[in-house]
């Protein structure tokens, strides 16, 4: 099995941006498709981004569309989550998981493994 390991979030004002990484051990990135995920307090767990296994097919969900880019490198084992022009809205904690699948999927019940989560507050 892989394990996950969120690092990157932090604090930061409207418009601007951060970038989460998710380095993975146990096995190569390649074995699954990968996904981010966030949860805002009281809020249910929703999709945000998810890259195949092969020659990076990205996904994303429509609230962030444009703004944040899934990219993998898979001599780093490592999968990464440009956020820009950050809003509000986007405060959560950031989780990156692991689908044994063939096909990507946006729903957190198909995906096996877990991180622990990054936590990413932008200030209005």
């Known amino acids: 099995q892989v394990q996950l390991v969120e690092s990157g979030g932090g604090l930061v004002q409207a418009g601007g941006s951060l970038r989460l990484s998710c380095a993975a051990s146990?096995?190569?990135?390649?074995?699954?498709?990968m996904g981010w995920f966030r949860q805002a307090p009281g809020k249910e767990r929703e999709f945000v981004a998810g890259?195949?296994?092969?020659?990076?097919?990205?996904y994303y969900a429509d609230s962030v569309k444009d703004r944040f880019t899934i990219s993998r490198d898979n001599a780093k084992n490592t999968v990464y989550l440009q956020m820009n022009s950050l809003e509000f809205e986007d405060t959560a904690v950031y989780y990156c998981a692991a689908d044994s699948g063939t096909y990507g999927s946006r729903f957190y019940t198909d995906y096996d493994y877990w991180g622990q989560g990054t936590q990413v507050t932008v200030s209005s």
């Open positions: 890259i195949g296994r092969r020659v990076g097919s990205t």
């Open positions: 146990g096995r190569t990135i390649n074995s699954y498709v």
